[in-house]
């Protein structure tokens, strides 16, 4: 369906752009075939082709900033669709936990599980460090 091949897709909420943007442009240095949505989107239904690549990537990288499963309790949610597409085709779901962020007492229906997946904690100061870490979870290579 997608004309590109892709290794990684990254989900994130807006208030992460910053610090997602610089988990891509690391993984792409390090030859990994990245999706980010803002600059790989073309054309055509945005749900289809964002499914399409999740399907097609080993790997799913979730970037949590502070509170963001928050919205993810709403079904129309795109980071929660996004999470519960790469669940359901089995994809090696990656979290990125970054500053600040908790995971909520009440979890979105659907998405208990997410804490149950090997993570990465983040931190501007450990930056090097999570990104190998996070490097020697993805199958993807």
């Not at 998405?111 to 020697?136: C, H, I, N, P, W």
Request: include cysteine; hydrophobic fraction near 40%; aromatic fraction near 12%.
């Amino acid at each position: 369906m997608s004309k590109h091949h892709y290794d990684v897709f990254i989900s994130y909420r807006r208030d992460a752009y910053d610090s997602a943007n610089l988990i891509a442009t690391r993984l792409k240095a390090e030859g990994y075939r990245v999706f980010f949505d803002l600059e790989t989107m073309r054309s055509g239904k945005f749900n289809e082709q964002l499914y399409s690549v999740i399907e097609e990537c080993k790997d799913f990288v979730l970037v949590l900033s502070p509170d963001a499963l928050d919205r993810c309790h709403n079904e129309e949610d795109w980071v929660r669709k996004e999470i519960l597409h790469a669940m359901q085709y089995e994809k090696n779901i990656v979290p990125v936990l970054l500053a600040g962020f908790q995971w909520p007492e009440q979890m979105p229906e659907g998405l208990t599980d997410l804490q149950m997946y090997q993570g990465v904690s983040a931190s501007k100061d450990f930056f090097d460090l999570a990104m190998e870490r996070l490097q020697g979870y993805l199958k993807s290579r």
